[in-house]
């Protein structure tokens, strides 16, 4: 399973163990692509997930501290099914957990094309957010905008310098 491990106290990242498997699994709700939140920031593991593992759903439990999660946590998490064209299903821990330590929460839902489809009705609530999950929208989204078809792979790009 590829899992990005992070430690973090205060904004302090104290320990690092990067996974070397990529997980997707079968579903009755799609192909499900597993990561956590620190993921986020490697869009290659979204790539590879929605390319190389057809994944239709990505699934980021999350723990952003309350900086990160104010400044990246939807933007990364819409580009992330922007540019996969997958669903994403992101549960967020929220809430102070000690004097050092407060995560950011706001659980939400994405669709293929970006759009927030739910979310907990402010950030730091207790719930559940729950949308429908439609792959035809997913197959929708791909046909009408056929990236997979368009895409390069780094195997056929030209180094160059100026």
């Known amino acids: 399973m590829w899992v990005e491990?992070?430690?973090f106290i205060g904004e302090e990242l104290l320990v690092s163990h990067v996974g070397d498997t990529v997980v997707a699994v079968d579903?009755?709700?799609g192909r499900l692509g597993?990561?956590?939140c620190y993921d986020l920031r490697f869009?290659?593991?979204?790539?590879?997930l929605r390319f190389k593992h057809q994944a239709q759903v990505l699934l980021v439990p999350s723990a952003f501290t309350k900086v990160t999660g104010e400044a990246h946590w939807e933007i990364l998490l819409r580009a992330r099914a922007i540019e996969t064209q997958c669903y994403?299903?992101?549960?967020?821990?929220?809430?102070?957990h000690n004097e050092k330590r407060e995560s950011y929460g706001d659980s939400i839902i994405i669709d293929p094309w970006g759009t927030v489809i739910a979310r907990l009705p402010?950030?730091?609530s207790t719930g559940f957010a729950v949308a429908d999950i439609d792959l035809s929208k997913v197959e929708a989204v791909r046909t009408k905008m056929p990236i997979?078809?368009?895409?390069k792979f780094e195997s056929i790009w030209k180094s160059s310098s100026l």
């Open 34 to 36: 597993l990561t956590v």
């Open 27 to 29: 579903s009755p709700f």
């Open 148 to 151: 997979s078809v368009h895409r």
């Open 43 to 48: 869009p290659e593991l979204y790539q590879c």
């Open 122 to 124: 402010d950030r730091l």
């Open 88 to 96: 994403v299903i992101a549960a967020a821990q929220a809430g102070k």
């Open 5 to 7: 491990v992070h430690l």
